[in-house]
């Protein structure tokens, strides 16, 4: 199979045949999605609202269509470099400037499912990773490394949230994490959570460190992601398509994974 077209061929008939699936990573997008809450000294993101424009009355007999409203980082979405001040001189940093190929990648999934359920505060450490490639091999450049945690089996808001009087509680990578990922050369860190970050990451030095290292470095992310349980520790390929927002810091993204059945 060496003729790229017979590649591309043999893909569609395993979509066709059942040996090879496309799995939805994407949560629904709505007005109960729920949001990121930062600490009360800085400005919160909006959640997601709708206004009618028109819905097959007066105001446009034959068609139905919405105004929305949204936070860019609301959902399952994508983190650019230009998110965070660290990566605001990367180039190609913003959702319209990224080239295209960076959208198709090989992935790398975590499971710390286990981990995170005993300990809703669970950080993934560099140990957990090098034990990771015991089993599976190095983590190749330019792939994406996601959490899976089952977070997004927490369908509850305030349980996905989970937030308590010293913030939210929720698994994350830790700083040394994200320094290891950096060192492989990842396209970037994706989660089962609301952001990218821990819960408490807040308190971390530095403050909110995947955004503020895998940015700083060029790299993305990707959070609120689901259905980390239907795929394979290696060997699946994801597509992620945000909006092509002119200077966008992130956005809403359809993440598609394509694997073998
Ligand atoms: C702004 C500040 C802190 C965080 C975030 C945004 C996100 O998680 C996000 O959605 O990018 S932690
Ligand atoms: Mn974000």
């Not at 045949?17 to 999605?33: A, C, F, N, R, Y």
């Not at 139905?64 to 660290?86: A, K, M, Q, R």
């Not at 994200?178 to 807040?202: K, M, N, P, W, Y």
């Not at 470095?217 to 239907?230: E, F, I, P, R, V």
């Amino acid at each position: 199979m060496s003729n790229p077209s017979q590649v591309l061929e043999h893909v569609l008939n395993g979509l066709t045949h059942g040996s090879i699936k496309m799995v939805d990573l994407t949560q629904p997008l709505g007005e109960e999605t729920p949001v990121i809450a930062l600490p009360p000294e800085f400005a919160q993101s909006p959640g997601f609202t709708r206004e009618v424009i028109s819905r097959y009355d007066d105001k446009g007999p034959g068609w139905h269509w919405n105004t929305i409203t949204l936070g860019e980082h609301t959902g399952t979405h994508f983190d650019t470099p230009s998110h965070w001040v660290t990566g605001k001189d990367q180039p190609h940093n913003t959702l319209d400037s990224i080239p295209v190929q960076n959208h198709i990648a090989p992935v790398c999934v975590i499971d710390t499912s286990k981990e995170s359920a005993d300990d809703e505060d669970f950080l993934l450490t560099p140990e957990f990773l090098e034990k990771w490639e015991q089993a599976h091999g190095r983590i190749p450049a330019g792939s994406w490394v996601l959490m899976r945690t089952d977070w997004s089996k927490r369908t509850d808001a305030d349980a996905f949230l989970n937030l308590k009087e010293d913030g939210a509680h929720c698994p994350g990578p830790s700083v040394e994490c994200i320094r290891f990922l950096i060192e492989r050369d990842v396209a970037g860190f994706g989660t089962e959570t609301v952001g990218t970050d821990a819960g408490q990451s807040h308190l971390f030095d530095p403050m909110f460190p995947c955004h503020h290292l895998i940015h700083g470095a060029g790299k993305y992310g990707l959070a609120s992601l689901c259905n980390l349980d239907q795929l394979p520790p290696t060997g699946a390929i994801l597509i992620t398509a945000p909006m092509k927002i002119v200077g966008g810091s992130g956005s809403p993204v359809r993440v598609f994974a394509i694997t073998s059945a």
